[in-house]
C-alpha cells in the first residue's frame, strides 16, 4: 500500500499571506490528524477529521482550519500567517475506528513564514 | 490532561552498545502508547503499539516494554544507522489524538 502523501513538501509564505495544506491518507483510512512539529514546542495535536467531520481538536487558534473530503484526502488552511507558524506539518491517518489505532505519518510539510 | 516524558533527551552510543530509552506517561484510561522513529526533516516512521502492561514487541534490534506508568525502549547491539529521535506518544480516553514526549536523540558511533 502507498503511504501517506503530504504536498507540497516545502512553502515559503509572508505574514499576513494564507496558506493550504494538502494530505492523501492511506487507502481504506477514513482518519486523519493533523500535528505542528517545532523545535519548541515539539510535535501538536492540531485536530483530526473522521468521515469528513472534525472529531477532535487541539489548542491551536482559529486561524488554523481543516476539512475532509468524501475520498478521505484532507486540507489544513492557515490564514494570517505569523512568523511562529514556521514549522513542520505533519498528517497522520488510520483506520481509526476507536481510539488507540495506530497513526501512520506523512513525510510532512515545511512552512516557512518570512 | 496527557503527560509524557522521555529520557534521556540525549544519547551516544557506541556501535553494540546496548541501552535503553525510557518514556514515563501520565494518562487517564490508556488505549495505547506508540514508539516512532524520526529521522532529519522527515516525517514520525511507527514502530510499536502497546496496548496493556505487560506487553512486549520486538524488531529487529529493538524491543519495547509497557508497564503501567512507563514503557521502555530497548536497543541491543545499536548500529549508526539507528541514529534518529525516538518519540513516545500516548492516546487516551475517547480521544483519537496522540500526545508526544519531546524525543530522545540517539547517535551511535562506530
Known amino acids: 500500500k502507498a503511504g501517506v502523501t503530504q504536498t507540497p513538501r516545502y512553502l515559503i509564505k509572508t505574514r499576513g499571506q494564507q496558506v493550504t495544506l494538502s494530505c492523501s491518507p492511506i487507502s481504506g483510512h477514513r482518519s486523519v490528524s493533523w500535528y505542528q512539529q517545532t523545535p519548541g514546542q515539539g510535535l501538536q495535536f492540531l485536530f483530526e477529521?473522521?468521515?469528513?467531520?472534525?472529531?477532535n481538536k487541539g489548542n491551536f487558534p482559529g486561524r488554523f482550519s481543516g476539512r475532509q473530503f468524501s475520498n478521505s484526502r484532507s486540507e489544513m488552511n492557515v490564514s494570517t500567517l505569523e512568523l511562529g507558524d514556521s514549522a513542520l506539518y505533519l498528517c497522520?491517518?488510520?483506520?481509526?475506528?476507536?481510539?488507540?489505532?495506530?497513526?501512520?505519518f506523512g513525510p510532512g510539510t515545511r512552512l516557512t513564514v518570512l | 490532561e496527557d503527560q509524557v516524558t522521555q529520557s534521556p533527551e540525549a544519547l551516544r552510543l557506541q556501535e553494540g552498545e546496548s541501552s535503553s530509552l525510557n518514556c514515563s506517561y501520565t494518562v487517564s484510561g490508556l488505549r495505547g502508547l506508540f514508539w516512532y522513529r524520526q529521522d532529519p526533516g522527515k516525517g514520525p516512521e511507527f514502530l510499536f503499539t502497546?496496548?496493556?502492561a505487560g506487553e512486549e514487541k520486538e524488531k529487529e534490534r529493538l524491543k519495547a516494554t509497557l508497564t503501567k506508568k512507563e514503557s521502555f525502549l530497548h536497543i541491543t547491539a545499536p548500529k549508526p544507522e539507528d541514529s534518529a529521535t525516538y518519540l513516545c506518544a500516548v492516546c487516551s480516553g475517547t480521544a483519537s489524538k496522540l500526545t508526544f514526549g519531546t524525543g530522545t536523540r540517539l547517535q551511535v558511533t562506530l
Open positions: 477529521y473522521f468521515s469528513e467531520t472534525q472529531r
Open positions: 497522520a491517518s488510520s483506520s481509526q475506528l476507536a481510539g488507540g489505532d495506530t497513526q501512520y
Open positions: 502497546l496496548y496493556s
